[in-house]
């Protein structure tokens, strides 16, 4: 029989995802508060476990990255296997994990990717699609599960647009990190693209690539669950605001700052979602 201190363990942990979802994205935090109590703290560990690992990659400099994250993925696997873990994040994640049945394929697919950007900066057609697939497609994918709360027809009919808004996040990101990554971490996510020489017509063309994974994953969200429909859509509010600026600026501004969507654009946006579900419009 489960020990009832258990449960205090439990809620720690998840509260500590929580704080990771704030301190580190206002975008996907503020989504998540407008999903049904229940949906929260298991999206919170998700966010948890995947900011962390792309922290070892990402940030960790003057540290063993490989050996960091070769640790990362034994412990998280350590985790699911026996039910428990001292680190909260593996701790409210394999409890994630087990509640939703998430595949340990997507695990390994996001893990993968994670260990990808350990030694590649340039990226070719195959890498670049496994690379979206495996740190974006997958995590849409691990959400879904909770928000479809282990109905897999429902989970398989919207599998497709989950992968659909995972990859455009992710493509947006890379869009608006494009300085920091290739001048501070030397990579080239985009295949085919010279930074060195990047033109309007090469922006546009990712920028198309985009808004059709936008509109697929459009299709999707409204046909969402009642309880993960609203955080989903301001999320998707956020970064579809954050495309347009994108879309607006030019190629050569860029390269030279990171674009923002401001903090009271973002506040308006979230009252808008919120007048839209109170008018049933979503």
Same mark, same amino acid.
């Given at each position: 029989?489960r020990?009832?201190?258990?449960?205090?363990?439990?809620?720690t942990?998840?509260?500590?995802? @929580?704080?990771?979802?704030?301190?580190?994205?206002?975008?996907?935090?503020?989504?998540?508060?407008?999903?049904?109590?229940?949906?929260?703290?298991?999206?919170?560990?998700?966010?948890?476990?995947?900011?962390?690992?792309?922290?070892? $990659?990402?940030?960790f400099?003057?540290?063993n990255?490989?050996?960091?994250?070769?640790d990362?993925?034994?412990?998280?696997?350590?985790a699911?296997?026996q @039910?428990?873990?001292?680190?909260?994040?593996?701790?409210?994640?394999?409890?994630?994990?087990?509640?939703?049945? &998430?595949d340990?394929?997507?695990?390994?697919?996001?893990?993968?990717?994670?260990?990808?950007?350990?030694?590649?900066?340039?990226?070719?057609e195959?890498?670049?699609?496994?690379?979206?697939?495996?740190?974006?497609? $997958?995590?849409?994918m +691990?959400? #879904?599960?909770?928000?479809?709360?282990?109905?897999e027809?429902?989970?398989?009919?919207?599998?497709? +647009?989950?992968?659909?808004?995972?990859?455009?996040?992710?493509?947006?990101?890379f869009?608006?990190?494009?300085?920091s990554d290739?001048?501070?971490?030397?990579?080239?996510?985009?295949?085919?693209?010279?930074f060195?020489?990047?033109?309007?017509?090469?922006k546009?063309?990712?920028?198309?690539d985009?808004?059709a994974?936008?509109?697929?994953?459009?299709k999707?969200?409204?046909? #969402?669950?009642?309880?993960?429909?609203?955080?989903?859509?301001?999320?998707?509010?956020?970064?579809l605001? #954050?495309?347009?600026?994108?879309?607006?600026?030019?190629?050569?501004v &860029?390269?030279?700052q990171? &674009?923002? $969507?401001?903090?009271?654009?973002?506040?308006a #946006?979230?009252?808008?979602?919120?007048? @839209?579900?109170?008018?049933? &419009?979503i």
């Open positions: 029989m020990h009832p201190q258990m449960n205090l363990y439990d809620q942990c998840f509260e500590c995802c @929580k704080v990771i979802t704030e301190k580190y994205s206002t975008s996907f935090s503020s989504g998540i508060k407008a999903f049904a109590d229940r949906l929260r703290y298991p999206v919170y560990a998700i966010y948890g476990f995947v900011r962390y690992a792309d922290e070892i $990659v990402d940030t400099h003057g540290y990255k490989a050996g960091l994250i070769a990362f993925k034994k412990d998280t696997y350590a699911i296997q @039910k428990i873990s001292l680190n909260p994040v593996l701790h409210a994640f394999q409890h994630t994990v087990s509640q939703y049945h &998430i340990l394929e997507l695990i390994e697919a996001f893990l993968r990717s994670m260990e990808m950007d350990l030694n590649n900066k340039v990226y070719d195959t890498n670049y699609k496994n690379y979206i697939y495996g740190s974006a497609e $997958v995590v849409g +691990m959400c #879904l599960r909770v928000f479809c709360e282990n109905d027809p429902l989970y398989q009919s919207l599998l497709p +647009m989950a992968r659909s808004l995972g990859s455009a996040f992710q493509k947006i990101n869009l608006r990190d494009v300085k290739f001048e501070e971490r030397g990579r080239t996510y985009f295949p085919g693209i010279d060195e020489n990047f033109t309007q017509q090469d546009r063309t990712i920028e198309n985009i808004q994974d936008l509109d697929e994953a459009y999707g969200i409204i046909l #969402l669950p009642h309880g993960a429909r609203l955080g989903v859509y301001i999320a998707y509010k956020y970064y605001q #954050l495309f347009k600026k994108i879309t607006a600026t030019s190629a050569n &860029i390269l030279q990171r &674009i923002r $969507v401001s903090g009271g654009r973002k506040r #946006l979230y009252c808008n979602a919120l007048l @839209k579900r109170k008018l049933r &419009i």
